[in-house]
C-alpha cells in the first residue's frame, strides 16, 4: 500500500562502537538511543529484509499500553509486575508519540482506544477477569452489552464487551519507515543485509550476506531470528500468524461497520480473531496461527474469509484485496528477555505478540543500558522474570502444535 522503498544497501564502513541486529521497532529504538547518547560514534543497522516488509509492518497496527502478562515477576506480586509496566508503556507511548510528533510522521497515528469483545459465555469470563485486573490497576473502561456492541461495531455477534482507551492506533509500516527514515545522521541503516553469524565476544565480528564488521558492542533486536545465530533456542518458539484487508468499501457498506470511522476488537481468547476498521474505509480481518513455518495461502484465506462471513453476513462482498503472514517470536511464560547476554551482548528478544509499544520501550531502554545509563525504568524493565525454558525438538513441535489445537478448539465462536 506504500511507495515502493530504496533504502541503502551497502555502506563501506567496517568498524564501528555498536551494531544493532535488526531493523524493526527494538532495533531502531535501541540505535537511536545510543546515537543520541555518543553523537561523535556512528551506529550501524543491519536489517534483513526492506524497512516496513518484515514483522514491524505486518501487524495489526495497535499500539496497546496495558500489560499482557503479570505473572512474571518471581515473587513479586502479579499487581506490582502490573505497575511496572503500566510505567513502562507509558513512558514508551509518550516517547513514541513525541517521535511521530517530531518527525511529523504520516502513520495515521489515533488514540481512539479500543474494544475487547466476547462471543460465547467462555469468553465472557475471560473478559470478566480482565476488567478486575483493570480495576485493581487503575485503567479505566466501558462495558458494553449486545445492543451497545452492535451500534458501535456493526454486528450482533458479540454478546459482551468493554472499551478502554489504553492503544493508539497506526498504519504499521509506515510508522516503522518513518522511524528509520528520521533516525540521528550517524546512525547508519542498511537493509536486505542478514546477518548470519557472529563471534562470542568483543570486539565482535558481525559476517552478513555480503560482508563482515566489527563493533565493540552489539544489541540483538531481531526477535526469534536471534535462534539461528544460536542465541535463546531453548527459550524461543516463532509463531506465524495471518491478516488480510478489504479493498476500500463504499459508503453504503461502511454503514453496517458501525457508527466509528475507525476501532478495533481484541478477541477474549488469544486464539480467536482480531478485527479493526481502518481509516480511508477498509477492515482488516487477522487470525490462525501456525509453528515456525507458514500455512497454505488457501488454508489462510479460507480462515480469514470465514470469520469475517460469521461476524458480517449481510456484507456484499466478503473479498479481500491483501492477504499477509508474519512472525512473532513467543516465549513459554509469556515474558521478554532483556539485558546483557554476555559482556557487550545486548538483547530484547521474545515480543509475544506486543512489538510496537514493547519494542520501542525496551528498544530505548537496551540503547541507554549499553551506554551505562540508569534510570527508574530501566530498573523496572530489568527486574522482570525473563523466558523460561522450553524442552528441545521434537518434543517442543508437539507440545506447541497441541496447545494450538488445544486453545484454538477452547477459542470456539472466539475464532
Not at 481512539?112 to 473502561?141: M, P, T
Not at 539461528?228 to 488480510?244: C, K, N, Q, V, W
Not at 488457501?298 to 461476524?311: E, G, H, I, K
Request: proline fraction near 5%; aromatic fraction near 8%; hydrophobic fraction near 35%.
Amino acid at each position: 500500500m506504500l511507495p515502493e522503498r530504496t533504502g541503502a544497501r551497502s555502506t563501506p564502513v567496517r568498524r564501528f562502537g555498536s551494531i544493532v541486529i535488526g531493523g524493526g521497532y527494538t532495533g531502531l529504538a535501541a540505535a537511536r538511543r545510543i546515537a543520541e547518547l555518543r553523537p561523535d560514534e556512528q551506529v550501524l543497522v543491519l536489517e534483513a529484509s526492506t524497512i516496513g516488509e518484515g514483522s514491524a509492518g505486518r501487524n495489526s497496527g495497535f499500539v496497546i499500553n496495558v500489560p499482557h502478562n503479570t505473572r512474571m515477576g518471581g515473587h513479586t506480586s502479579p499487581l506490582e509486575v502490573a505497575r511496572k509496566q503500566l510505567r513502562l508503556y507509558d513512558e514508551g507511548l509518550h516517547w513514541l508519540g513525541g517521535l511521530v510528533r517530531e518527525h511529523r510522521i504520516d502513520c495515521n497515528w489515533n488514540a481512539v482506544g479500543k474494544f475487547h469483545a466476547a462471543a460465547s459465555d467462555a469468553g465472557v469470563q475471560n473478559l470478566i477477569a480482565s476488567l478486575e485486573q483493570y480495576r485493581q490497576w487503575g485503567v479505566s473502561f466501558e462495558v458494553l452489552d449486545r445492543d451497545a456492541l452492535q451500534e458501535k461495531l456493526g454486528t450482533a455477534y458479540y454478546t459482551f464487551g468493554y472499551h478502554s482507551r489504553n492503544n493508539v492506533f497506526v498504519q504499521p509500516a509506515a510508522l516503522i519507515r518513518g522511524l528509520a527514515d528520521s533516525l540521528p545522521s550517524n546512525v547508519v541503516l542498511v537493509e536486505g543485509e542478514p546477518v548470519v553469524s557472529l563471534s562470542e565476544s568483543s570486539p565482535f565480528r558481525v559476517t552478513s550476506s555480503s560482508a563482515q564488521y566489527t563493533a565493540d558492542r552489539i544489541v540483538l533486536a531481531n526477535n526469534g531470528f536471534a535462534k539461528s545465530l544460536g542465541i535463546l533456542r531453548d527459550r524461543l518458539i516463532t509463531i506465524f500468524t495471518y491478516a488480510a484487508l478489504t479493498p476500500r468499501l463504499p459508503e453504503s457498506e461502511l454503514k453496517k461497520l458501525g457508527n466509528s470511522e475507525e476501532w478495533g476488537v481484541i478477541p477474549a481468547n488469544r486464539l480467536g480473531t482480531t478485527l479493526r476498521r481502518v481509516q480511508g474505509g477498509r477492515f482488516m480481518v487477522r487470525s490462525a496461527y501456525s509453528y515456525e513455518r507458514e500455512q497454505s495461502p488457501a488454508d489462510t484465506l479460507n480462515q480469514l474469509t470465514s470469520s469475517y462471513q460469521r461476524r458480517y453476513p449481510n456484507m456484499k462482498s466478503h473479498k479481500f484485496e491483501y492477504v499477509w503472514g508474519g512472525t512473532t517470536a513467543l516465549t513459554r511464560n509469556g515474558a521478554t528477555f532483556f539485558g546483557e547476554l554476555r559482556p557487550g551482548l545486548f538483547a530484547s528478544l521474545g515480543c509475544n505478540g506486543a512489538g510496537v509499544l514493547k519494542g520501542s520501550t525496551y528498544g530505548k531502554l537496551l540503547g541507554e543500558m549499553a551506554m551505562g545509563a540508569q534510570s527508574p525504568y530501566l530498573s523496572d524493565a530489568l527486574s522482570l522474570e525473563g523466558p523460561s525454558w522450553l524442552p528441545p525438538e521434537p518434543f517442543r513441535r508437539i507440545g506447541v502444535v497441541s496447545a494450538i489445537k488445544y486453545q484454538a478448539a477452547l477459542a470456539g465462536p472466539e475464532r
